[in-house]
């Protein structure tokens, strides 16, 4: 399968993950039925996001136009994919499949209904155009080979991980002697300066509770001047009150006060997430860190050297609301996937 035909197997893609189609509507139903965290609404921005930012036509052509492909020799590569937000796997995928190698993945338990069904319809789409091609699919490759999935990852070429800590040491152990991509926990963080208008923070509340918190590209801490007034920010974060209608976030946040409050802890809460002044940029779900500071160059200069970092968002760095945004380019942990992949 040459690479137009890929691009085109992927536009077509975008188009349906856009569609009202009937079968997509029900994997996504599926898919929020099998994890509660998957609710329809962050289902539906997921995929429209990767779509949209992911498989335009333009977008990726303009993605590959610095690479040279003609060199690529196939090679199998092992993906383990995560699932913490829908389809948080799918630019590894996109990034073999567009490379011209095989992709076995190890699909997460908690998002494999999505994934799966959009390469099902990669497969079918790819038969109805080899059919039709007159090299026929013995001079293409079907997409068959190209992407598969397995319960467990042996005999591939190459790995691409996504997982905890944890996780990754046993990656490191297991595929260390293979061209590997092993990724950790990441998070990332606001830096607010005072001065943002009511619409700035209303997408600071986005990058914060989008997917309930638990992408590495969701703000788990944000840094603010001395005398920063958090009011404001509070009363802007009520637009997802009704996260406390949410079984299992509700336990998450239950959980958090009580103990806080048995330590005797300085908090601030909306009833539906506290603030909590604490030096770690990660937070548990439903609480949000929050640390002061008197010379923001300082902050950027200490985050520089911060390798827990997703990314930063605001004024001079990610736009506010753009958190959960990211493009094609913005690869995960900083490492470019398809350049790792070309070169292999």
């Given amino acids: 399968m040459n690479l137009q035909m890929r691009i085109e197997l992927l536009v077509r893609l975008g188009k349906y993950i856009l569609s009202d189609d009937k079968n997509w ?3 996504k139903h599926r898919a929020s039925l099998s994890n509660p965290w998957f609710t329809p609404p ?6 429209k996001n990767i779509a949209e930012q992911f498989l335009s036509k333009q977008k990726l052509e303009q993605w590959i136009s610095t690479y040279n492909f003609e060199n690529v020799q196939p090679k199998k590569v092992g993906i383990v994919m995560a699932g913490n937000i829908p389809m948080v796997g799918f630019h590894d995928l996109l990034s073999v499949f567009i490379s011209g190698h095989k ?3 190890k699909a997460s338990s908690k998002d494999e209904i999505l994934i799966k069904h959009l390469v099902e319809k990669l497969k079918e789409w790819s038969e109805s155009t080899l059919q039709r091609s007159p090299l026929g699919p013995s001079e293409h490759g079907e997409i068959h080979d190209l992407i598969t999935f397995e319960l467990m990852l042996k005999g591939c070429d190459a790995y691409i991980t996504t997982g905890s800590n944890n996780s990754a040491r046993y990656f490191e152990y297991y595929f260390n002697k293979y061209p590997h991509i092993i990724r950790r926990n990441r998070t ?3 830096i607010l300066e005072g001065t943002e208008t009511t619409e700035e923070l209303e997408r600071i509340a986005d990058d914060v509770h989008l997917y309930f918190g638990m992408g590495c590209r969701n703000v788990t801490k944000i840094f603010v001047p001395k005398g920063y007034d958090f009011v404001p920010l509070l009363n802007i974060f009520r637009k997802y009150s009704y996260f406390k209608d949410h079984n ?4 998450n946040y239950d959980y958090y006060l009580a103990l806080h409050i048995l330590n ?4 601030m809460t909306n009833e539906s997430i506290i603030l ?3 030096t770690s940029v990660f937070s548990p779900i439903a609480q949000l860190n929050y640390e002061f500071y008197s010379d923001k160059n300082l902050v950027v200069e200490k985050l520089g050297s911060c390798e827990d970092l997703q990314c930063i968002v605001g004024h001079s760095h990610i736009p506010f609301g753009r958190g959960q945004i990211p493009s094609l380019t913005d690869y995960a942990d900083g ?6 992949l070309i070169n292999l």
């Fill in 42 to 47: 962050f289902v539906d921005l997921a995929v």
């Fill in 25 to 27: 509507a029900d994997a």
């Fill in 103 to 105: 992709a076995v993945i």
């Fill in 264 to 267: 005797g802890k300085f908090y």
């Fill in 248 to 251: 299992k976030y509700k336990n």
């Fill in 276 to 278: 909590l002044e604490n």
């Fill in 335 to 340: 490492i470019n996937t398809l350049n790792f």
């Fill in 188 to 190: 990332s963080v606001a």
